[in-house]
C-alpha cells in the first residue's frame, strides 16, 4: 500500500474523506443478538406471509439474490426457509448513535447518510493521525469490540471516490481509492463497470497533483 506525502498533499491540499458503510446492518444486529439466527439466511422487515417488502438482508440471503426493497412474496420464492424478523429502529438509533460517538473522537465533520453509513473529513482531525487509512482502521476496530458489530471503509479525495471505495472490499473491508493502486485492482479477475468508472475519476482528479509533485 501506498501512502501520500506530506510534502505531496501540501501541493494541492487534497482532503481525506471515509465513508463508513456498516455491513448488512439491522440484519447483523439481528444476528449479534441471537445466536439461532447466525449463519441462516435473514431479513428484517416483510413478512412470512407474503405481505410487505425488505429492509435489509443478511448476507447468507444476499446469495439467494436476496436485497432491500424486495416484496416479501420474491424473497420467499428464492428462498423457501428464509427468517422473517421485526425491525426494531429504536434499537438501530442507539446503536448508530454509539458508533457517531467513535467518529466523533476523530473529527466533528460527520455526515450522516443513514442509520448505517457516514462521510468523515479527517483532513485535519482531532488525533493528528497523518494517514486517513489509518484512522479508518482505528474506527473500524473500535466499532467492533464496542459494538460487535462490522463495517467496511472507503478512503479517497472526495465523497464520490469514498464511496465507490468502500463497495470493492465488502464485507468487513478497507479500501483506499489512490492512484497507485489502480493498476493492482485492474488486474483482478472481476472488474466492475462502477470500478472501471471510479479508475477514469481518479486518474482525472489526481492527474495534476501528480504531475505537480513531480515537477517538485
Avoid: W
Avoid at 501540501?10 to 447466525?38: G, W
Avoid at 463497495?167 to 478497507?174: C, D, E, F, R, V
Avoid at 492512484?179 to 485492482?185: G, L, M, R, S, W
Wanted: hydrophobic residues 40%.
Amino acid at each position: 500500500m501506498v501512502e501520500l506525502t506530506l510534502r505531496q498533499e501540501s501541493i494541492v491540499r487534497i482532503r481525506k474523506i471515509v465513508h463508513v458503510d456498516m455491513d448488512a446492518f439491522y440484519a447483523s444486529v439481528e444476528q449479534r443478538d441471537n445466536p439461532s439466527y447466525r449463519g441462516k439466511p435473514l431479513v428484517v422487515g416483510g413478512s412470512s406471509n407474503q405481505r410487505g417488502v425488505v429492509a435489509a438482508a443478511s448476507y447468507e440471503a444476499r446469495k439467494f439474490g436476496i436485497h432491500s426493497a424486495m416484496p416479501s412474496v420474491t424473497a420467499i420464492a428464492k428462498c423457501p426457509g428464509l427468517i422473517f424478523v421485526r425491525p426494531r429502529f429504536d434499537l438501530y438509533r442507539d446503536i448508530s448513535t454509539s458508533i457517531h460517538a467513535i467518529f466523533k473522537r476523530y473529527t466533528d465533520l460527520v455526515e450522516g447518510v443513514a442509520l448505517d453509513e457516514a462521510y468523515l473529513d479527517v483532513t485535519q482531525n482531532k488525533q493528528n493521525i497523518t494517514y486517513a487509512s489509518t484512522i479508518a482502521r482505528h474506527i473500524k476496530t473500535a466499532i467492533f469490540e464496542e459494538t460487535k458489530l462490522t463495517a467496511t471503509a472507503g478512503v479517497s479525495i472526495n465523497k464520490f471516490l469514498a464511496k465507490m471505495a468502500s463497495g470493492q472490499n465488502k464485507p468487513n473491508g478497507l479500501y483506499i481509492a489512490i492512484k497507485y493502486n489502480i493498476d493492482t485492482a485492474k488486474a483482478k479477475s472481476t472488474v466492475y463497470s462502477d470500478l472501471i468508472l471510479l479508475f477514469r475519476y481518479i486518474d482525472f482528479q489526481l492527474n495534476a497533483f501528480f504531475q505537480a509533485a513531480k515537477v517538485s
